[in-house]
């Protein structure tokens, strides 16, 4: 028989014997005051659930500490493996659910009541689905539709930009074609679409016999200086348009009545050799000198359009008579017809809302260009205080604006008393002004202008890029706004369901309150209470602010362009 277990105190719990051989591993370990590993793994290796049940230690808390064992008279902390049968487990192992087996399954599916659910569920659904595609069909047809856009070529885009004098335009130290093409960089940031170049031809003054429409004049530059300023104009997206006026130098620029034939099949011939050396246009001035003109520009455009419908031909005339413009116009298609129509009497809001929408009736369905001269500057033909409302005018009519070179920073032509005016040199810095008095100040120049941005040249690029990225203003409806005030000439530009612009402009010498009334103006464009001002020719105007219709005041001399948004 086993002797009973010393009694247990407190902390301590009892081992029962362990087979003789542990006793004697732990013997020799304890005289030696250390176990060795081998003896301590073959404690832990013990297996519990071999003792009697009645023997097995009670399991202590977690993290308690355990009570030294006493073995050969060393004490060592016990290391038991305890392994506890879990009659939870065993409970839920033996209470598995096994689930229905496929019989059972095909049994309830097919009972009347889950038949009825999957009936139900599936018209829910279908009834869902067509539901969700009526809707969408409803707002589909609903919706308000877009306008079909125009056919619209380059000319229709943007401004085009006259060179008339080379030399004029470089300065004193330029006047070549090579030097021109130094001036790319500057007509891309004016967002001009074209440029009008010369007339360059090699022409003796009132000589046919001694006019080569085809030959480049040697002062200027060569045909390969031609085709390289070419080259780099479509590579920045520049159309060029070449002036072929015949007899530029001469008294008649069509030469003598009676040479008229000579002069006509040179064009022909000059139209044909320029097309296939890739210029995009023509001009051709004073064509109220030229003898039945209609049928010479009827014919000259038919030839550029059977070229390429890409092509554009403008004529110019300083004619103001609208039958007249009317009849050189004709029924040609795309062509450009520059004039003195809009310089024809003096400025007032009211005079010219009447030249505007004359014009635009009487041409109906052509797409007009507007300018105040075939070939003059704008600041020879406005007094200074109205050159910023005459630019946002020009910008904002249907139609393509043209303007000659310098018009952008207000350049006037240099007149003596007594003789023709001249053209003036471009003021590029200060180096550019002449050596006179009273020759003007160096804000003139582009340079200045450039760094200013309440300058005429930073309103001249703001319009043309404004002008050239909305539908609005590229193609849109013009409505004029009737107003009580004389002074005021105000206007609807708008496009399908774009952003509507309304310009406002001041003709007169004092402030007005618009009072604006928009009684022929389509619902789809009337007026809001408030607008966003885009920008105003008076640099003092606080811009990009909302200012409500109703109080509306403009000061003198001032332009507004305002714009709201699209309401369905």
């Known amino acids: 028989r086993d002797p009973e277990p010393p009694e247990a105190s407190t902390g301590v719990i009892s081992v029962p014997r362990l087979p003789p051989s542990v006793h004697c591993s732990a013997g020799a370990q304890g005289a030696g005051g250390t176990m060795s590993q081998d003896t301590e793994v073959d404690l832990k290796e013990v297996e519990l659930n071999e003792l009697e049940p009645e023997k097995q230690p009670i399991n202590a808390p977690s993290g308690a500490a355990m009570a030294p064992v006493v073995a050969g008279g060393a004490e060592k902390n016990g290391l038991v493996k305890i392994k506890v049968a879990d009659d939870e487990a065993e409970a839920a192992a033996a209470a598995k659910f096994t689930g229905l087996s496929k019989e059972e399954l095909l049994k309830v599916a097919g009972s009347p009541g889950w038949v009825r659910t999957r009936w139900a569920l599936l018209v829910l659904f279908w009834l869902g689905w067509l539901g969700m595609l009526a809707g969408a069909v409803v707002i589909i047809v609903q919706a308000p539709r877009c306008r079909q856009l125009p056919a619209q070529s380059w000319w229709h885009k943007g401004a085009l930009y006259r060179i008339g004098d080379l030399q004029a335009f470089q300065g004193p130290e330029g006047g070549d074609l090579a030097g021109l093409k130094e001036r790319l960089d500057y007509l891309s940031s004016l967002k001009v679409k074209g440029f009008v170049l010369g007339p360059i031809h090699k022409n003796q003054k009132d000589d046919l016999a001694g006019t080569n429409l085809e030959q480049i004049d040697p002062t200027f530059g060569s045909k390969e200086d031609f085709d390289s300023l070419l080259q780099s104009a479509k590579k920045k997206s520049i159309r060029v348009i070449l002036d072929l006026t015949p007899n530029y130098r001469g008294q008649n620029p069509w030469f003598l009545p009676t040479e008229i034939n000579s002069v006509a099949a040179k064009m022909k011939d000059a139209l044909s050799f320029w097309l296939q050396a890739g210029v995009d246009g023509f001009q051709v001035r004073n064509v109220e000198s030229l003898e039945d003109a209609p049928l010479f520009l009827a014919e000259w455009q038919n030839m550029t359009k059977s070229f390429s419908e890409d092509r554009l031909l403008i004529a110019g005339t300083e004619s103001s008579d609208l039958r007249q413009i009317l009849s050189l116009l004709g029924s040609t298609k795309d062509l450009l017809l520059t004039s003195s129509y809009l310089s024809s009497s003096g400025s007032t809001g009211e005079r010219m809302e009447f030249l505007v929408t004359q ?28 050159r910023r409302l005459y630019q946002l005018l020009l910008f904002t009519l249907p139609g393509t604006p043209v303007f000659n070179y310098g018009d952008e920073i207000g350049l006037e032509a240099a007149a003596l008393p007594g003789q023709p005016a001249k053209a003036p040199f471009m003021l590029w810095d200060e180096s550019s002004f002449p050596n006179t008095s009273g020759s003007g100040s160096t804000n003139m120049s582009v340079q200045s202008q450039s760094e200013d941005h309440g300058s005429l040249l930073s309103l001249f690029r703001r319009l043309s890029d404004q002008r050239g990225k909305e539908r609005s203003l590229l193609h849109g409806d013009f409505h004029v706004l009737s107003s009580p005030e004389p002074d005021l000439f105000a206007y609807i530009r708008h496009w399908d369901q774009n952003e509507r612009f309304l310009v406002v402009l001041n003709f007169g010498g004092v402030g007005h309150t618009a009072v604006l009334g928009a009684s022929g103006v389509p619902a789809s464009a009337s007026l809001p209470a408030s607008v966003d001002l885009l920008l105003s020719t008076d640099v003092g105007r606080e811009e990009g602010v909302s200012l409500e219709l109703e109080h509306l005041n403009l000061k003198p001399y001032e332009g507004l362009l305002l714009r709201f948004p699209y309401v369905a």
């Open 359 to 386: 014009y635009l009736n009487a041409t109906e369905d052509h797409w007009c260009s507007w300018s105040l001269s075939q070939t003059g500057f704008l600041a020879s033909l406005v007094p200074a205080h109205l």
